[in-house]
């Protein structure tokens, strides 16, 4: 009783107020000791990464930024984020769940199982002690250290969309769990050809994520889809054109089929245009068989490039018949006599191997037949020479005149004389004559 009076003596009454009044003045300028009540519906204990927390994504920047604990980078670093502005470029809300750990995203994903949260204090013996940036902070189950039954934030996922960890709204405190990551990690493309690709695709997954399927889409309308081996390598190839192929990888997340592709499960694909076939009949021409004016042996000659080939020649002759033959390289050659003398037209249609189609090119040559020569029979009228007489321009001669050139007969010495004294006559009237002649002619012009 005496006590209880020296207690209310207005002097130590007073004096246990003044003391109250500066421990709370001492609690509100600490923000590790600052009550709950400085920050009505939050989490404003000492445990709280961000006093009084924040109520958006705008509000979570500024307060990183200010730092007032002067940690707050290194315990977001220490949890993935590497910029303040990929959680207003990325982070999605999600949702802590006390009784199932579970952290689902609102359309009711589950981004992570087994929740963690990290807080500055050690509330139990279920803590467990982390170092970050040369500070102790504590972690544990959110079963041993949420008292709602659920907490919201914002969660920053990974490239692999596994959960980075989630930023709670009443307090900045990070909370993070087992999570499945997945992803489409690589599309490898070898080029064989030009218009021929190969393809493999490779897959990543964690934490319990699996393949199901993956799709290759060749980007000119075609696909392939790979239920099992997914690795394998497949094999398109593609007409002339610009194309990209994509691959999608299918993936089973805790039950739900998610997928993924990204640039670096594209490719380009440039197919040039192929070279045009290059096919044409160079020569045709026509040897004449020895010893005969009709009959000849015809040779086709063609240039062929870019993949065109000869595959065989129609020879037309003008007197309406025709062979193919097929073509030995790039030759086509066959023999013909004509029934006829004279000049005739030959053409050959040379039929080429162009890819899928067939092309045609013309060549032609005329052939003379000619008719037997004197050679070959003198006896045809226009062989026969002519005689001097026919010519009127020779004197006759033995092989002209034969009965000049008749034998005398042989009859001995007496005929020999005969021959002498006949000469002898014959001498002396032409010089009788001469003689006449010429005095005729003096008389006349009295010379």
Known sequence: ???????????????????????ALGVLNNPNLASASACPGKDDD?????????NNLDELVTKFNQNPYGDIQNIYGHFGLTNINDIKAQAVHATIYKATGEIKNDAGDVLATSAMSMG???????????????????????????????????????????????????????SWGYSPGYKCKLLKQTKVSDTEYKYSVTPYTKNGATVSKVVIDFGDGKSTTLTSNFEQEVSHTYAPGKYTARATVYFNVNGVEKSDTRDSCTAKVDVPEAPKPIFKC???????????????????????DNGAVLQKGTFRFDDGKTATVDATGTTVTTTYEYT???????????????????GNVKCKVVTKTTPPTCEDDKTKPECKQPTCEELHNCTPTCETKADMCKEIPKTGPAEVVGTVLGLSTITGAGVYYRNSRRQLMDKIFNR
């Open 282 to 304: 160079t020569n045709l021409i026509a040897v004449q068989a020895p010893g005969s004016r009709t009959k000849f042996t015809f040779t086709g000659t063609a240039f062929v």
């Open 46 to 54: 000492t445990n709280a990464v961000i006093r009084c927390g924040y």
């Open 1 to 23: 009783m005496h006590t209880l009076r020296n207690l209310l003596r207005p002097k130590v009454v007073l004096s246990g107020l003044f003391a109250a009044f500066i421990i």
């Open 340 to 358: 006829k003398e004279g000049n005739h037209t030959t053409t050959l249609d040379l039929t080429f191997n162009v890819g899928k189609d067939e």
């Open 120 to 174: 500055r204090e050690n509330h139990g013996a279920n803590r467990q002690p982390i170092m970050i940036g040369g500070k102790q902070y504590w972690y544990s189950p959110v079963q041993n250290s949420f008292g709602s039954s659920s907490l919201d934030g914002y969660a920053l996922l990974n490239d692999d969309h596994s959960l980075a960890f989630v930023s709670m709204r009443v307090c900045g405190n990070p």
